[in-house]
Structures are given as structure tokens and as C-alpha cells.
């Protein structure tokens, strides 16, 4: 979810609602939220609504053949499993994003998220606080993640996504922009930098991405991205 690439879903790294079509960035046609996973990726997003008109459920999964974060491959170049749930009701959402990973020391991530998605006029807004844990290193960290997007027009889109995390003073910022040809195909793009903040010995961390996407229904997508960053092989 969920935003950002652990969100281009860390907002699916976040997860939609089930009126949404998959990839708003990490789900499929008009909406951005930031690249999930990586190279080659197919999803599925099924929904299913409670029986009350209050509350609103959505869940869905990936297979990718990289976990791209923040311009560095968390499973070694190989493919991965993710998948999210959330629960939505009024502003507020709950959700709950996992990947298989290959970092040399833990082989899966599990997220959690709380937080608000007001709307202000045109804008979609979701603020969130997101907690990582590992199945062996266990608690990692938690950051604050505020998105905006607004439509530019019936087929363009701009998103704008900030995070922080208290714990370690890193901030990430990232612009993203996504043009639908149709209701089946549309392509996305995003830069992203953390201005130092990552301790990186070459300073600034900078990482781009542009990718295609292939409807083939209301709950099943295909991406191909290409990602970059100054830190990692392309």
C-alpha cells in the first residue's frame, strides 16, 4: 500500500476500495498511487462489500518478478508474492499489506495501517501512519504518509505523496502522474527523492519509474515498469 512502492500500494502498499479499478499506481486505471512491485507484475483485485452500506471491504494480490522500494530490489532480483485487505468506513481505513522478500536475513514484510481519507473538493487525500514488521528481524518502523491526488482531466491525473518517519528522520517525497488512453490501457510515471535524509554515502537518493498497464477486467491487471535510481541497477 497503499502509497509508494511498498504503497504504490503502500497507498495499496495500500489497497483501494472496491468501486476503485485496480492500479491507481499499484491497481489499474485511473488513479495513482506509488509502483509496488516491479519489472513485470500481474494482480487481481477482487472486492467484496459488507452487508451493511457503512463499512466497505477490499482485499487483492501480485505476483511480481521484483519488489522494487525506494529504488532498491528488497528480494534479491527474484520474483514475489504480495498481497492487502482493508477495511474502510466513512473517512477512516484500516489495512494490512504483505510481500515475500529476500533481504539475507527475513523472507516475508507485513504492514499496518491506520489512518483518514477526506476529500476536498477535487482533491483525494489519504494520511496515514504505517508499522513494518519481518518475520525474523520483527519490529522495524513506522512512518507517517500523507498523499494528495487530483485529477487534470478526464484522463490525466497528478498525485503527490510525502512520508516520514519519526524513527530514523528520513523523508521521502514523490510526484506521480498517470495518463489513461481508455478504459483498458494507460501508462504512469513517478520521481522520487529523500534529500539526504537516507544516510547514504552518495547524498540524495533520486529514483524514477515509467511503466504501461493492461486491464483485462475490473479485478485483473498487468504492468510492465522500468525503474531507476542512482543507489541500484536499473
Known amino acids: 500500500t497503499m502509497w509508494r512502492q511498498k504503497a504504490r500500494t503502500r497507498v495499496v502498499r495500500r489497497g483501494r476500495a472496491c468501486h476503485q479499478i485496480p492500479n491507481r499506481s499499484a491497481n489499474g486505471i485511473p488513479m495513482i498511487v506509488r509502483p509496488l512491485a516491479a519489472a513485470i507484475a500481474v494482480g487481481m483485485i477482487p472486492c467484496a462489500a459488507s452487508a451493511q452500506d457503512s463499512f466497505e471491504f477490499s482485499f487483492g494480490g501480485r505476483i511480481a518478478s521484483d519488489y522494487i522500494s525506494d529504488g532498491e530490489s528488497l528480494s534479491d532480483g527474484r520474483p514475489v508474492l504480495q498481497g492487502y485487505a482493508e477495511v474502510e468506513r466513512g473517512l477512516l481505513f484500516g489495512g494490512?499489506?504483505?510481500?515475500?522478500?529476500?533481504?539475507?536475513?527475513?523472507?516475508?514484510?507485513?504492514?499496518?495501517?491506520?489512518?483518514?481519507?477526506?476529500?476536498?473538493?477535487?482533491?483525494?487525500?489519504?494520511?496515514s501512519y504505517a508499522r513494518t514488521l519481518y518475520d525474523d528481524s520483527g519490529d522495524c518502523c513506522g512512518e507517517v504518509i500523507l498523499f494528495v491526488e487530483q485529477p487534470l482531466s478526464d484522463r490525466i491525473s497528478a498525485g503527490t505523496g510525502i512520508s516520514y518517519d519519526p524513527g530514523?528522520?528520513?523523508?521521502?517525497?514523490e510526484v506521480l502522474n498517470e495518463y489513461a488512453f481508455d478504459e483498458v490501457w494507460s501508462i504512469s510515471g513517478g520521481v522520487s527523492t529523500d534529500f539526504g535524509t537516507d544516510d547514504e554515502e552518495d547524498g540524495n537518493v533520486v529514483t524514477w519509474d515509467l511503466g504501461v498497464t493492461r486491464a483485462f477486467s475490473e479485478t485483473f491487471y498487468g504492468n510492465l515498469r522500468y525503474h531507476y535510481s542512482n543507489i541500484g541497477t536499473a
Do not use: A, K, V
Request: aromatic share 10%; net charge negative; no cysteine.
Open 96 to 127: 494490512i499489506w504483505g510481500s515475500t522478500i529476500d533481504d539475507g536475513e527475513n523472507e516475508f514484510e507485513l504492514e499496518l495501517s491506520l489512518g483518514i481519507r477526506p476529500q476536498l473538493g477535487d482533491l483525494d487525500i489519504s494520511l
Open 168 to 173: 530514523s528522520d528520513e523523508f521521502w517525497l
